[in-house]
């Protein structure tokens, strides 16, 4: 029973940051129904933004963090200008490979920058690194932040979307894009501002994930972007409350699998997920299967 | 008010609207009719700036506005209620109506022309937390209708206002344009419905393929044997 509520901590720990990513490939999926891939990449970029400002900056974790997610909006913003925008207007397939361009060419530009090592967070200090213990069961501090900054993130991502006219714009750009426009809403600013939200959520879990785990390097977006995807596939696409259910639920699977079974398959249980959900529910958790308009 | 010059649109290589001039005058009802594929809701779109003509003019209260967004020209006071309404069906209907006003700042003004709005259709007050998508063809039509007076337009596009109606929902529908018209907003309206529209427009023209091929007021229209034999049924 302890074995498990401690895999549940760990779990929702892990699942805090899946979630933060899948917000932004819901957010992005639903506004201009792409697939981006290179947003993984965007929560690297962020671990290593974070890491900068911590080991040579000498800053704390919160303004490492708030730097960490100005600056991954500001690649977001470049990226979608960049790359996706003059694409507008071609076939879903040019801008799905577009994507997959773009994430490459952030993890090698990375790389050429930063080199292709490894490399650790400073060692946490003082509040950071106390511990609750409870039996036998440990919660960590880096784990309560979190939890703590993933929930305040997300309070704040639904306030924009359902109570600010901006983020009622971003629902109306959405669903009806000539709708929108009659309204007199700028699409393409709307979209750039999805995309800036769903960036900075990623660099929040770039730095997240460094104080977690400790080690980064330029190739780390990978898995959890494609993880992430999963889990926002999981709650249904384009739905924002499904990706937070997805991250925690494919996060907390994972860490069940890894410390019940055996840690070779956690990824292939998740790429399991996938494949049944498809199967089983194409439009996800929360989606309704709706038909394809004629 | 609105003035269109030998506009051409091309759909790819399909040449939708071929060289049309029309004009709507201060006030007035005026009626575009014609079958389908004629380019009517092309022009409007067009118009609106949802579509890039590839030559000609487009001139609002004599400002050139051919290349301008749709965006400013919802400032400049265009409203286009769009072929098959095109609410948005997540949103309620207060949110679908809040959007109407996306590029107004004056709250109190919003406020006044909610209210307005409500009485229109008092339906939407009863139902202003309601998902749009649940409301009815003719409910959803009147949040269409409201939503596009929320940005206080000076001339109102009306893309096929009475499509998928019952009849008696028809005849309020257009009672509704008529009022609208009546109380200052110039309306520019496309219809199937050729005999209903013609009865009250000021002016009418008529689209074929992509040309304008007949114009005149409704009155006159309403008499033409090529009207009557193509539109009016006999």
């Keep these: 029973m302890e074995q498990f509520l401690q895999q549940i901590i760990n779990g929702i720990s892990l699942g805090s940051i899946y979630a933060l990513i899948a917000l932004g490939y819901t957010m992005v999926y639903g506004i201009i129904k792409l697939i981006n891939f290179a947003h993984g990449d965007i929560y690297m970029v962020g671990a290593y933004v974070g890491y900068f400002c911590m080991t040579f900056l000498k800053l704390g ?112 750009v959405s669903m009806d894009k000539d709708a929108a426009r009659l309204m007199g809403i700028n699409v393409d600013s709307t979209i750039s501002f999805t995309f800036a939200i769903g960036s900075a959520l990623a660099g929040a879990a770039g730095v997240l994930v460094g104080i977690y785990y400790n080690s980064i390097n330029p190739l780390m977006g990978i898995m959890p972007g494609l993880k992430a995807f ?23 699977i994972e860490v069940l699998v890894s410390g019940y079974g055996n840690s070779m398959y956690r990824d292939a249980v998740v790429f399991a997920i996938l494949i049944l959900i498809l199967i089983v529910r194409p439009a996800g958790l929360l989606g309704k299967n709706t038909r394809e308009k004629v | 008010m609105l003035e269109i010059k030998d506009l051409h649109v091309y759909y790819g290589a399909i040449h939708a609207i071929k060289g049309i001039s029309l004009a709507v005058n201060d006030g007035e009802i005026v009626t575009l009719i014609g079958a389908n594929g004629a380019g009517k809701t092309t022009t409007l779109r067009t118009a609106s700036g949802l579509e890039k003509p590839a030559s000609g003019t487009i001139l609002l209260d004599g400002k050139d506005i051919t ?131 013609l009865q009250i427009a000021n002016h009418a023209y008529v689209m074929e393929t992509g040309n304008i091929v007949l114009s005149g007021t409704g009155a006159e229209l309403m008499q033409s044997d090529e009207v009557k034999k193509a539109y009016l049924g006999g």
Excluded: W
């Design chain 1, 61 to 172: 974790f919160l303004p490492s963090l708030l730097i960490a997610m100005v600056f991954c909006t500001l690649l977001g913003v470049t990226v979608e200008k960049i790359a996706y925008k003059p694409l507008r207007d071609s076939t879903r397939i040019a801008v799905l490979i577009t994507a997959i361009g773009a994430s490459l060419f952030i993890e090698y530009g990375t790389m050429f920058f930063v080199k292709a090592g490894v490399r650790s967070y400073p060692d946490m200090t003082g509040l950071l690194v106390k511990q609750f213990r409870f039996g036998d069961i440990v919660l960590t501090m880096q784990q309560i932040i979190i939890v703590i900054t993933t929930v305040l993130l997300m309070i704040l991502l639904q306030f924009i979307v359902k109570k600010t006219k901006i983020g009622k714009a971003m629902r109306a």
């Design chain 1, 230 to 252: 999963v889990a926002a596939v999981f709650g249904g696409i384009g739905i924002i409350p499904g990706a937070m259910i997805g991250g925690y639920i494919i996060g907390t």
């Design chain 2, 67 to 197: 290349n301008t967004s749709a965006q400013e020209r919802v400032r400049m006071g265009i409203s286009h209620v769009p072929e098959g309404r095109r609410i948005f069906p997540n949103l309620t209907v207060l949110e679908n109506l809040e959007l109407g006003a996306y590029l107004r700042k004056d709250k109190d003004g919003i406020a006044r022309d909610l209210k307005m709005v409500y009485e229109r259709f008092p339906i939407l007050s009863d139902r202003k937390k309601q998902a749009a998508g649940t409301l009815s063809g003719g409910e959803q039509q009147m949040l269409a209708i409201g939503r596009a007076l929320m940005s206080r337009p000076k001339i109102l596009f009306l893309d096929e206002p009475s499509m998928g109606l019952a009849p008696l929902l028809v005849q309020e529908i257009f009672d509704i344009i008529k009022d609208i018209n009546r109380e200052g907003t110039t309306i520019l309206l496309v219809e199937q419905n050729a005999s209903k529209a």
